[in-house]
């Protein structure tokens, strides 16, 4: 079945740091890939998506490229920043963004002053 | 544009007792999901209603949840009777349409801890 398999956390970064958080999946077809992003106290917010290979997805500095050749979709962010702190979800859709989403564990980022 | 609405957003009940969830989607979403998030874990859909039919409900323990969407609008999830592994946050999303490239908005969740 489909599935999400995304790095262990937590992250810890100081201010400024490069951000890779990788994400990898295993799915049948063509599904489409989603960022999503939980901030404390908060509900659950798409960040970014892509919906076909090679596609890239950016939203707020942070990028992710659609990799079907390594069925990856690594969320990328060249300089973070403490607001920037919160739990990250991998996710996909069979199809389009309306179909169920199966979701990775989660990886919880911590940005330092 | 109002989002998403769930209620309550704190619950704390005993096992074998039954709880109840409501959500309210953004309005003119046809679409309905309810996920379980269990502590450490990315959400798990449940249910999915497409109006006020039932799309997917293939991994909804259907001997304690059920779930309604009468008149295609608010939804409302209930345990009977709940046992402690149902301790998780319920999230409520929406989206305008089935089968579309249409995003997932997703409300702020109830909490439930089963003591």
């Known amino acids: 079945g489909n599935s999400v398999t995304q790095m262990e956390g937590p992250v810890t970064l100081s201010e400024e740091a490069f951000l890779t958080i990788n994400c990898t999946y295993t799915?049948?077809?063509?599904?489409?890939l989603f960022w999503y992003v939980q901030y404390p106290g908060e509900g659950l917010q798409l960040l970014l998506k892509?919906?076909?290979?090679?596609d890239k997805g950016s939203n707020k500095g942070f990028e992710a490229t659609y990799r079907k050749e390594t069925t990856s979709f690594h969320l990328e962010k060249g300089s973070v920043q403490v607001s920037d702190s919160a739990v990250y979800f991998c996710?996909?859709?069979?199809?389009?963004?309306?179909?169920?989403?199966?979701f990775g564990k989660g990886t919880k980022l911590t940005v330092n002053p | 544009e109002a989002g998403v609405a769930q209620s309550p957003r704190y619950k704390i009940i005993e096992k074998r007792q039954s709880v109840a969830f409501w959500c309210n989607p953004i309005s003119g979403h046809a679409t309905l999901y309810w996920y379980q998030q269990i502590l450490g874990q990315g959400p798990k859909l449940l249910i999915q209603f497409q109006n006020n039919g039932v799309v997917d409900d293939s991994q909804l323990p259907k001997d304690r949840f059920s779930a309604e969407r009468l008149k295609g609008v608010d939804s409302t999830l209930k345990i009977q009777p709940a046992k402690l592994e149902d301790s998780a946050v319920y999230l409520c999303?929406?989206?305008?349409?089935?089968?579309?490239?249409?995003?997932?908005?997703f409300g702020p969740g109830t909490r439930l801890l089963v003591l």
């Open positions: 999303a929406s989206s305008l349409a089935l089968a579309t490239k249409e995003t997932q908005y």
């Open positions: 996710a996909l859709s069979r199809q389009g963004g309306s179909e169920k989403l199966v």
């Open positions: 892509a919906t076909k290979a090679d």
């Open positions: 799915a049948t077809g063509y599904p489409s």
